[in-house]
């Protein structure tokens, strides 16, 4: 990374390296400016529209007379109410994925996670430590949230 000096009237900050290497430094830059592109509200749109499916069905569940009928819109709605848990699962996959490439098992960025999400990702990768991240000693994590504020927490392997 090439940064002009201070005094200079140049803005152009210059990226060298092989072309994953740039691309990874341009999203980091991008990422840390907060101007990066987070489609986490796009790609979690199928279920969060999943799971007001799954409320309407509820609703006209529980107003429903007929014991059959409301069994059976119960029936309905547990079904879209899973099906909506399995997109969000996918969701998550595809946001971790878009966050994480060009990165090593050293790092993870959980930005656009839920906390439960981040946190069965992290034991994950923590479960297939191998032995380039055990000789480091750290694992750095980017959290995507104030409500889950680990300050950017380095988790020390033992």
Same mark, same amino acid.
């Given at each position: 990374?090439?940064?002009?000096?201070?005094?200079? /009237?140049?803005?152009?900050?210059?990226?060298?390296?092989?072309?994953?290497?740039?691309? @990874?430094? #341009?999203?980091?830059?991008?990422?840390?400016?907060?101007?990066?592109?987070?489609?986490?509200?796009?790609?979690?749109?199928? =279920?969060? =529209?999943? $799971?007001?499916?799954?409320? *309407?069905?509820?609703?006209? =569940?529980?107003?429903?007379?007929?014991? #059959?009928?409301?069994?059976?819109?119960?029936?309905?709605? @547990?079904?879209?109410?899973?099906?909506? @848990?399995?997109? /969000? *699962?996918?969701?998550?996959?595809?946001? $971790?994925?878009?966050?994480?490439?060009?990165?090593?098992?050293? #790092?993870?960025?959980? !930005?656009?996670?839920?906390? *439960?999400? =981040?946190?069965?990702?992290?034991?994950?990768?923590?479960?297939?430590?191998?032995?380039?991240?055990?000789?480091?000693?750290?694992?750095?994590?980017?959290?995507?949230?104030? #409500?889950?504020?680990? !300050?950017g927490l380095q988790v020390c392997i033992v």
């Amino acid at each position: 990374v090439v940064v002009p000096k201070r005094d200079s /009237n140049s803005e152009d900050v210059i990226l060298k390296g092989p072309p994953d290497a740039v691309k @990874h430094a #341009q999203r980091r830059i991008l990422d840390i400016c907060g101007m990066s592109e987070d489609n986490s509200s796009q790609v979690r749109g199928k =279920a969060q =529209a999943l $799971f007001d499916e799954a409320d *309407k069905l509820f609703k006209a =569940a529980k107003a429903e007379n007929s014991k #059959q009928e409301k069994d059976r819109l119960y029936k309905l709605a @547990h079904a879209k109410k899973a099906e909506a @848990h399995e997109a /969000n *699962k996918e969701a998550a996959k595809q946001i $971790f994925k878009a966050k994480n490439s060009g990165y090593g098992n050293d #790092q993870m960025d959980l !930005h656009g996670l839920q906390v *439960k999400e =981040a946190v069965e990702i992290v034991t994950q990768r923590l479960a297939l430590v191998d032995a380039d991240l055990r000789s480091k000693k750290l694992l750095s994590l980017t959290n995507g949230n104030d #409500q889950m504020d680990l !300050h950017g927490l380095q988790v020390c392997i033992v």
